[in-house]
């Protein structure tokens, strides 16, 4: 039996939910999603190739930042349809806007409060 | 503006990812799914409230087991489709297995090791 063989990626037509910490920290960096070639793939290659829902193709994570997420660890729920997984993420941040975490804005007195570490400009990653 | 606007539960169909975390430890307990009444529900009661994707209908978390999951805080991410929320896990286990975590098997040399901490025996709190 294969590892992948314990996911249920019918559950929810054909993707699970994939939720990524980094490891040195043990913050919750991301949230996105992968089928089944997604997670064939990151075991291949060890860093996180998700599914992206939006542009419908493999979205290995980092291959236009560099900010790529390599695998230290990879759990997986009791019905088999979520996967927490480790990284080390290369160049400190996670999210598009240039965030450490994607989970940036945090709840308090009723209100959104930016609490979130800025490691780059996007602007000068991404070129827009 | 109330928390609830930034919210995006159009993107999936009227349903956000909240990704719940045992504030004492950081560990990650569980991944379950919203909707606006229950993230309003959540807010109102200080304890979480999902919505269960299989009965369709409201889920305070704890309600049949009394291991409810007290708020300490909530964090949204960048697209606003997804929620980490804090929580006092009474009890000290969110699984219906048992377990602290749902997390409980993780992946070394090819094989799901289950490394989780039994907390509760479920034929003694579900009664089956």
């Not at 992948?4 to 920290?25: C, H, N, P, W, Y």
């Not at 998700?50 to 994570?61: A, G, I, T, V």
């Not at 290369?90 to 409060?113: M, N, P, Q, V």
Request: glycine share 10%.
């Amino acid at each position: 039996m294969e590892p992948i063989d314990a996911i249920d990626f019918e559950k929810a037509g054909g993707l699970i939910t994939a939720i990524t910490l980094d490891d040195a920290t043990g913050d919750v960096l991301m949230v996105a999603y992968m089928n089944s070639e997604s997670f064939r793939r990151t075991l291949e290659v060890g860093e996180v190739v998700y599914w992206s829902r939006s542009r419908k193709c493999l979205w290995h994570k980092g291959e236009s930042s560099g900010f790529t997420q390599r695998v230290k660890s990879i759990q997986i729920d009791c019905d088999g349809d979520a996967v927490v997984i480790r990284v080390e993420q290369r160049g400190g941040a996670a999210c598009h806007t240039g965030k450490r975490s994607c989970f940036y804005r945090r709840l308090e007195d009723g209100e959104w409060i930016d609490e979130g570490e800025q490691v780059f400009d996007p602007k000068e990653v991404y070129g827009s």
